[in-house]
């Protein structure tokens, strides 16, 4: 069991032995008034809410007691209390109940998205314009489909004096280049021999099944007619290891740096070292994750990231969500990760009939399928 799993399971036998259902009932109130406020909780806004039937003195009693526990905190002596980190974990794992989205609003987030004859990278740009415009949120976005698609054609194109440019293009549509400066000029039949010696052995080849071991045999192949044809190899196994690497993109990211709430200089250097997000996102896990900024994963305190992966005919291709501050309105914005995610899945696996269903666990949205 990992320690953030280890954490959660203590976290959660602690509200169940110390913390009654009142005082639940008394932090999920604060979580959802400061969500909507961004103002600190006093104990008089929670006594007005219909479903908190009890004084505002045992409310302050009941906070107070949320507080020594570590849910919320005040950040002022006469203020009201906001939650912690601890706080919102605990509400979005065990208190928060997500509403299901209307027809209007699946209408039009079907809308943003495009359908079955929409281009698959156009999709997932879609999916991430949409967050941004009804989050306000900087949408994330990794997709790693290039990986399970095959090489449909490998060109080499005189550019200049023994300057050559590597054309590798795959089944996704995907397009990768790069040049290479070879000893001397090729004449028209080695060029010839190159290129249909790498059709043969490349085309229709996966590029996920593209191993160190095939490409090192290539080389010595190529080696043996021509020595000085390996560069041209070697800059096909370089644009390999690039189609095997998840791309990730943030979009909307002035969105972050607008955003009050956010250290602007920690949400600047994440923009410039945004990559380091892609081995964290690339962990196994399933249905919607929740993160939040300065807890190990990513470098903008106060700040939360939700993010669900999506599949491609029962593999997983990519993943998509959101980073904000982490008083984002989670009960909005879970549900649209999961109906688009599920939706681009549906979409790229036409003949993939999974169903799913959607449970709150560890601080994710967890799907459990009959995959």
């Excluded at 943030?250 to 600047?268: A, P, Q, R, T, Y």
Aim: aromatic share 6%.
């Amino acid at each position: 069991m990992s320690a953030n799993r280890w954490n959660n399971t203590l976290l959660r036998k602690e509200a169940a032995t110390i913390v009654d259902d009142r005082k639940l009932k008394v932090l999920a109130a604060v979580v959802d008034e400061y969500i909507k406020t961004g103002e600190p909780v006093g104990s008089k806004v929670i006594s007005k809410l219909e479903h908190i039937n009890v004084s505002a003195a045992t409310i302050r009693n009941d906070m107070s007691m949320l507080e020594q526990l570590g849910y919320l905190e005040q950040p002022h002596t006469s203020a009201g209390r906001v939650p912690t980190y601890q706080g919102y974990r605990l509400y979005i794992d065990e208190l928060m109940t997500l509403p299901e989205l209307s027809d209007d609003e699946k209408l039009r987030l079907d809308e943003l998205l495009g359908d079955e004859n929409t281009p698959e990278e156009l999709l997932i740009q879609n999916a991430a314009t949409a967050l941004t415009e009804l989050t306000q949120c900087a949408a994330v976005v990794t997709n790693s489909a290039p990986r399970f698609s095959v090489i449909s054609k490998v060109e080499v194109i005189p550019t200049g004096k023994r300057l050559y440019v590597i054309l590798l293009i795959t089944s996704n549509g995907s397009i990768k280049n790069k040049a290479c400066r070879l000893e001397f000029d090729l004449s028209h039949e080695q060029l010839d021999f190159f290129t249909k010696y790498i059709d043969e052995n490349l085309s229709g080849i996966s590029v996920d099944e593209l191993s160190e071991e095939m490409l090192d045999k290539m080389i010595a192949a190529v080696s043996a007619y021509m020595i000085s044809l390996s560069p041209l190899v070697k800059g096909i196994c370089e644009l390999s290891e690039d189609l095997k690497q998840q791309q990730l993109t943030v979009s909307g990211s002035e969105k972050l740096l607008s955003c009050d709430e956010l250290d602007k200089m920690e949400v600047v250097r994440f923009i410039q070292h945004k990559n380091k997000l892609t081995d964290f996102l690339e962990d196994s896990f399933s249905g919607i994750q929740v993160k939040f900024g300065g807890d190990g994963n990513f470098a903008i305190g106060n700040s939360s990231m939700i993010v669900s992966k999506y599949r491609k005919k029962g593999k997983e291709a990519g993943s998509l969500g959101v980073i904000g501050p982490m008083r984002v309105d989670y009960k909005k914005i879970i549900p649209y990760i999961d109906y688009l995610t599920h939706k681009i899945t549906a979409l790229m696996s036409e003949d993939d009939n999974t169903e799913a269903d959607t449970v709150i666990v560890d601080g994710s949205a967890e799907r459990s399928s009959n995959d």
